[in-house]
């Protein structure tokens, strides 16, 4: 069965950087887009950031500049490096593999997704 394993989250001081990784199993490596997406309490699932297996990208305004999202060659794991993290940051951070090959941030066009790993950035 297909499975995203998240890990790299943890508590931090603003300024600080985490690196997030997303382990992919029991699917073949495709062309399909992954993503990287967060969820704070009491609000909707956001898109951060997503990648293309062709390398594109896609970013939301929030954390462009400071986060970049990348990917093995073999495509079984995906990276999510965060720098300069902001308090605003803190959520739970899932991955996803998309249903299609065009990054978006756009959580109904993924179809399987992490268990999630927390994230807290502290002022």
């Known amino acids: 069965r297909v499975q995203l394993v998240e890990s790299g989250g943890g508590s931090v001081q603003a300024g600080g950087s985490l690196r997030l990784s997303c382990r992919v199993s029991?699917?073949?490596?495709?062309?399909?887009?992954m993503g990287w997406f967060r969820q704070r309490p009491g609000e909707e699932r956001e898109g951060v950031a997503a990648i293309a297996s062709t390398g594109r990208t896609a970013y939301a305004d929030s954390v462009k500049g400071r986060f970049t999202i990348s990917q093995d060659n073999g495509g079984n794991t995906l990276y999510l490096q965060m720098n300069s993290l902001k308090p605003e940051d803190t959520a739970m951070y899932y991955c996803?593999?998309?249903?299609?090959?065009?990054?978006?941030?756009?959580?109904?066009?993924?179809?399987?997704w992490g268990q999630g790993t927390q994230v807290t950035v502290s002022s």
């Open positions: 996803a593999k998309s249903a299609f090959f065009i990054p978006t941030l756009v959580s109904n066009e993924y179809l399987y």
């Open positions: 029991g699917i073949t490596p495709s062309k399909y887009a």
